[in-house]
Each structure stands twice: as C-alpha cells, then as structure tokens.
C-alpha cells in the first residue's frame, strides 16, 4: 500500500505557482520523499526528491515540513505543459517503490 | 545515456499467443521493476529484480513470467493472457542505493484480444 495522501484534483491558473501537497505521516527516518509527474500515457518522469531539507532544482522546489510529516511540490510558474498526474512517493532504497493514486493537476489558460 | 527503452511500443496479441515485452538500460543499474497500469489509475508494482533476483513478486499470475538475462536486459513473458490484462506495461530501472529513484521507459502499450 501507498505510504502517502494526495488531494485527487486540483486547477492552477497558467504562469501562477502550483503548491501540491502530500501527507506521509507514517514515514521512516532513512525513507526520502519524491516526486515523479506523468503526462498521459507517458512514462513517469522524475522531478524532485527529498530527506530533510528544502530542495530545489530546475523544475521545481521540494518544502518538507520540520517533522516530515508531510511535503509541498511547487512549481513556481506552471505552464500548460504541467498538466499531468503528480505522484508523491516515501522510499528508501527504492525498491518498493509503490504509487498511490496521485494528485490530477490542470493548468487552466 | 540515461534511457529505458522498451519495446514493442504497441502489442495486440490473442489470448492463446505467447509474446514478450523487452526493456534495456545502460546506466549501470542493479534494479529493474515491471509495472502495469490500467486507464486513469496509477502504476502497479508487478516485479522487481535486484542484482539480475527476483526480489519481489507482487502476487502476479504466472500468465506473466519475467526474465532478467543480465544486468542490462528485463523481459517479460506473456502467455495465455486475458483481455483484462490490456494495459500499459512499464519497466523502469534504478541504482539502488539511497535516494534514487526509478527511471522509466515510455511503456508497451498491450491489447488482448
């Protein structure tokens, strides 16, 4: 089973933040938070991934709270191009890597 | 080269056929999973290999046998299918080791008839 809560749905307007949050109350010291987005029948595509610290790359910011409870994707200027299905996944190594059901993010024109 | 590449990229096969779906990667990764995902739901963990072993097998039936040849190569073996089990099937790769995850190919997309 998923380790993770995502909200099922959301819309963001175009050139606006997009701030998907995800719940992993249950995550284990060692477990990193990722995120990976899929554009309709595409392969999953790998955006971010976190431990402790905030983290930040060219596609967007990973904000993980003080107890890692839980976490905040933000991708600062969404474009239509971000409509996808966002996944929030909590993994050590990397080998059960399970996918709850994500969150539908729409960028609208 | 930081690619999965999966092939066939599209499959029709009748239900008394036997065919395979084939995944390869050249980083240098120790782990290699199978996915299968249904429409509008999300990908479904079927196996994983670590090491070129068998390290998980989520209760798949034995329609579905994978094969991993070498470190390189995964395959997946499809026999006796049923319609139900059209979906896109995903193989991915990974280092397996701390904070990586899994880099995927774009899918076989498999239709029963």
């Known amino acids: 089973d998923a380790k993770t809560t995502q909200p099922t749905s959301m819309d963001c307007a175009e050139g606006r933040a997009a701030n998907l949050p995800c719940n992993h109350s249950?995550?284990?010291?060692?477990?990193?938070v990722y995120w990976y987005r899929q554009i309709h029948s595409q392969g999953p595509q790998y955006i971010i991934h976190g431990l402790k610290n905030n983290e930040t790359n060219e596609m967007a910011s990973l904000i993980i709270t003080e107890d890692r409870k839980s976490s905040t994707l933000i991708l600062p200027h969404a474009t239509l191009r971000d409509t996808a299905v966002y996944y929030c996944?909590?993994?050590?190594?990397?080998?059960?890597?399970?996918f709850g059901p994500g969150t539908r993010l729409s960028v609208l024109p | 080269d930081t690619e999965v590449t999966q092939t066939p990229k599209h499959l029709v096969m009748g239900m008394t056929n036997k065919k395979s779906l084939k995944c390869e990667q050249h980083m240098g990764h120790r782990a290699m999973y199978w996915y299968k995902q249904k429409a509008k739901k999300p990908p479904e963990l079927m196996f994983v290999?670590?090491?070129?072993?068998?390290?998980i097998n989520e209760s798949v039936p034995s329609r579905f046998s994978p094969e991993c040849p070498n470190s390189s190569l995964l395959n997946l073996h499809l026999h006796a299918l049923q319609p139900e089990d059209s979906a896109l099937y995903l193989c991915a790769s990974s280092p397996y080791r701390d904070g990586v995850g899994p880099f995927f190919g774009q899918g076989t997309r498999l239709t029963v008839v």
């Open positions: 996944i909590v993994e050590s190594y990397g080998q059960n890597f399970v």
């Open positions: 290999y670590s090491y070129e072993k068998l390290s």
């Open positions: 249950t995550i284990s010291g060692n477990e990193y």
